[in-house]
């Protein structure tokens, strides 16, 4: 009947109004602590290594700073010995760095943090889209909160007794990716962890030549909408074997994280995400 139509179609508009209002409102910013050990086959035994892994802030006027502090508190609080950031820290401009800066230095103050740069932060892919022409303020934005950014080339630290070679690539999207330079400085040492720090996952297609053990990642926000039956259609890679979560691929492990913000303001079945990953 008529009115069985209108109820039901006014009963659609409310549960579609609410199923919105749930996506841009609270599942953006459910994040979930993710726990993951990776075992890695290296010479001799070492302690754990507690990694703290974050990804794609995405500050903008979707996503403030006060929520990506919620963030750093909860991957803080793990006391982790290493702090590996994957890029897009903006979308596509900053008004004012100095409020960001801050809330990086605090997290740098943890533990040794390094980082490699995202498509949105500044660049070929991301000038003719409203973002910057070039890296130079998010380069300046890290080196002030005193991160260190591995823009194709690598640093070793010691962590635990252990040495760990960190390798920073540059963007994919951006043509800024260059592995043989990344690597040209990393030392033949077996026992030594090899942690590849790059935003999109489908740069290990350029990597197959490269020794190292765990690739981190982010660039997918973990599909971002994650549909049933369906899954990420929209995740802005070619292999969505990669989306999110720890996968194997060539004797090698790759991490890629969901990530903390988002774009548009819009997450579904896919919450943000902080990654404890503990390396054995």
């Given at each position: ?74 991957g803080s609080a793990h006391r982790p010995d290493l702090i590996c950031l994957t890029g897009d820290f903006i979308t596509h401009r900053v008004a004012d760095p100095g409020p960001y800066v801050a809330l990086l230095e605090r997290l740098a103050a943890c533990a040794p943090t390094f980082a490699c740069i995202g498509n949105h932060d500044g ?158």
């Open positions: 009947t008529r009115k069985n139509f209108i109820t039901t179609l006014l009963g659609a508009g409310v549960t579609g109004l609410a199923g919105l209002t749930y996506f841009r409102k609270i599942e953006p910013f459910r994040l979930k602590e993710v726990q993951t050990t990776i075992k890695l086959s290296k010479d001799g035994s070492f302690a754990p290594l507690t990694l703290l892994h974050l990804s794609d802030f995405h500050v903008s006027k979707s996503i403030p700073l006060s929520f990506i502090e919620e963030a750093f508190s909860l660049g070929r892919w991301v000038h003719p889209h409203g973002g910057y022409k070039d890296l130079s303020v998010v380069f300046q934005l890290l080196e002030d909160s005193g991160i260190r950014c591995l823009f194709n080339r690598s640093e070793s630290i010691t962590v635990r007794d252990r040495l760990v070679t960190l390798v920073g690539l540059g963007d994919l999207w951006a043509g800024d990716a260059h592995p043989d330079k990344a690597f040209e400085a990393v030392a033949p040492d077996p026992a030594a962890i090899r942690i590849v720090l790059s935003h999109n996952p489908d740069s290990k297609n350029l990597l197959q030549r490269q020794t190292w053990d765990l690739m981190l990642c982010g660039h997918t926000h973990g599909g971002q909408m994650v549909l049933p039956f369906i899954g990420t259609p929209l995740a802005p890679v070619a292999d969505h074997r990669y989306v999110a979560g720890l996968n194997a691929w060539s004797n090698r492990w790759i991490y890629t994280t969901r990530g903390v913000g988002c774009l548009h303001g819009i997450r579904i079945n896919c919450p943000p995400e902080v990654s404890i990953l503990t390396i054995t």
